[in-house]
């Protein structure tokens, strides 16, 4: 079977991630700057914003009063918003500029219980249901497989149970499908065992990867993943934000300008902007060291 491979890398800048857990709430209007300049960058798709419980995310309350701010900004991105439940999606299909609806689906019974506060089975019928509202909206789904290289509750986890969920949503017509490493602690060998097994056995379908990383480790997931065929990653520029359950304190997302360097490195075009990058750089300093109360 031949597996179809991209040249160029599709780079994915996760700004909702990075703010997701901050405690001290960013004022609408100032997140709406900051991601005019993170518009300008050329990145590939935008992951946005969230439209799930203002309980469980409060900083993620305002994703529709942001979205209203953007609208008629030029940009050749795409834009991708969390959902978690129907209410969500049917909410995230109002708007135009959303191209993607995102959701988390865990290989682990316990993370999705605690992230979407229902069971795996439950969430299978919520995916059936949101994939429909994607269609009719003209939105494309994007699964994120998570917890897909290991999980710190003690449920069962292998290679082959992430082999098997791939293909559950391949049947559900999932197109694009990322794996998560949600507390950091893929190793490059189980990378690329699995990057291998997805591309080659469903070639027609965009495989991801969501790494949460330290210092230390970022390049050797990239290269794990990039070396199997993937072609998709997700960053958030500095590192910032990352899975509060993650017992290291190091472990954040993978920082975008180490994804910006390794193509550098490799000649991988991206269409990044780099003044325009820079001065995201430097708005995304300010935004996110806010004191924390």
């Given at each position: 079977?031949?597996?179809?491979?991209?040249?160029?890398?599709?780079?994915?800048?996760?700004?909702?991630?990075?703010?997701?857990?901050?405690?001290?709430?960013?004022?609408?209007?100032?997140?709406?700057?900051?991601?005019?300049?993170?518009?300008?960058?050329?990145?590939?798709?935008?992951?946005?914003?969230s439209f799930v419980s203002p309980h469980a995310i409060p900083q993620m309350a305002d994703?529709?009063?942001?979205?209203?701010?953007?609208?008629?900004?030029?940009?050749?991105?795409?834009?991708?918003?969390?959902?978690?439940?129907?209410?969500?999606?049917?909410?995230?299909?109002?708007?135009?500029?959303?191209?993607?609806?995102?959701?988390?689906?865990?290989?682990?019974?316990?993370?999705?219980?605690?992230?979407?506060?229902?069971?795996?089975?439950?969430?299978?019928?919520?995916?059936?249901?949101?994939?429909?509202?994607?269609?009719?909206?003209?939105?494309?789904?994007?699964?994120?497989?998570?917890?897909?290289?290991?999980?710190p509750y003690g449920d069962a986890w292998g290679a082959e149970e992430?082999?098997?969920?791939?293909?559950?949503?391949?049947?559900?017509?999932?197109?694009?499908?990322?794996?998560?490493?949600?507390?950091?602690?893929?190793?490059?060998?189980?990378?690329?065992?699995?990057?291998?097994?997805?591309?080659?056995?469903?070639?027609?379908?965009?495989?991801?990867?969501?790494?949460?990383?330290?210092?230390?480790?970022?390049?050797?997931?990239?290269?794990?993943?990039?070396?199997?065929?993937?072609?998709?990653?997700?960053?958030?520029?500095?590192?910032?934000?990352?899975?509060?359950?993650?017992?290291?304190?190091?472990?954040?997302?993978?920082?975008?300008?180490?994804?910006?360097?390794?193509?550098?490195?490799?000649?991988?075009?991206?269409?990044?902007?780099?003044?325009?990058?820079?001065?995201?750089?430097?708005?995304?300093?300010?935004?996110?060291?806010?004191?924390?109360?």
């Amino acid at each position: 079977m031949s597996v179809i491979l991209h040249l160029d890398m599709k780079l994915i800048e996760c700004p909702r991630d990075a703010m997701q857990g901050l405690k001290t709430f960013i004022p609408t209007e100032q997140k709406i700057n900051y991601l005019r300049s993170v518009l300008k960058c050329g990145f590939d798709t935008i992951d946005i914003g969230s439209f799930v419980s203002p309980h469980a995310i409060p900083q993620m309350a305002d994703t529709a009063l942001v979205l209203a701010g953007l609208a008629g900004e030029e940009h050749n991105s795409k834009l991708l918003v969390i959902i978690a439940n129907t209410r969500g999606a049917q909410e995230a299909s109002l708007f135009q500029q959303v191209n993607y609806m995102g959701y988390p689906f865990s290989v682990s019974e316990t993370f999705q219980k605690r992230n979407t506060n229902a069971s795996i089975e439950q969430s299978l019928v919520t995916l059936d249901k949101i994939r429909n509202i994607c269609h009719q909206s003209n939105k494309e789904l994007v699964v994120y497989l998570s917890m897909a290289f290991g999980n710190p509750y003690g449920d069962a986890w292998g290679a082959e149970e992430v082999l098997k969920w791939a293909e559950k949503m391949v049947q559900m017509d999932i197109k694009v499908i990322s794996l998560a490493d949600t507390i950091g602690v893929a190793k490059p060998e189980t990378i690329s065992y699995l990057f291998k097994e997805v591309t080659q056995e469903f070639p027609e379908i965009e495989f991801g990867a969501h790494f949460h990383t330290t210092p230390q480790t970022w390049k050797s997931k990239i290269e794990a993943a990039y070396s199997n065929n993937c072609r998709r990653f997700d960053g958030a520029i500095m590192g910032f934000g990352g899975c509060p359950m993650a017992a290291d304190t190091l472990v954040g997302n993978m920082p975008t300008e180490r994804l910006i360097e390794f193509c550098e490195e490799k000649h991988i075009p991206t269409g990044i902007q780099h003044e325009y990058f820079d001065e995201a750089l430097r708005q995304a300093t300010r935004i996110f060291t806010i004191p924390e109360h």
